[in-house]
Nanobody, 119 residues
Framework: QVQLVESGGGWVQPGGSLRLSCTVSEDIFRRNTMAWYRHVSGEAYELVARITVGNIRNYVDSVKGRFTISSDAAKNSVYLQMNSLKIEDTGVYFC?????????????WGQGTQVTVSS
């Protein structure tokens, strides 16, 4: 059974911080590069940060120096520490593999977690 369970979102003022968490099925976690994606209604999913099985991390330019992706193999979990948040960081955040998983040819996403940055 596929498990992608995100949590930790919320409302925060610009400059604030949030820490997102994602619990992943063990077989998926151990064999795949994992990433956090941001989705804004009407737009494509944007890969924000990724971490490989070997712990190599990459970020989209807009979040470099502000976001940190990490993982915990003992908990099959992926995290996203978000600091110095900006209004444009607002969106629903999903964790997923890279590329995003497909089940029966359809993209599979968890429920995501809403991040709202506003004053």
């Amino acid at each position: 059974q596929v498990q992608l369970v995100e949590s930790g979102g919320g409302w925060v003022q610009p400059g604030g911080s949030l820490r997102l968490s994602c619990t992943v099925s063990e077989d998926i976690f151990r064999r795949n590069t994992m990433a956090w994606y941001r989705h804004v209604s009407g737009e494509a999913y944007e890969l924000v940060a990724r971490i490989t099985v070997g712990n190599i991390r990459n970020y989209v330019d807009s979040v470099k120096g502000r976001f940190t992706i990490s993982s915990d193999a003992a908990k099959n979990s992926v995290y996203l520490q978000m600091n110095s948040l900006k209004i444009e960081d607002t969106g629903v955040y999903f964790c997923n593999t890279v590329p995003a998983m497909k089940i029966r040819s359809l993209a599979y996403w968890g429920q995501g977690t809403q991040v709202t940055v506003s004053s």
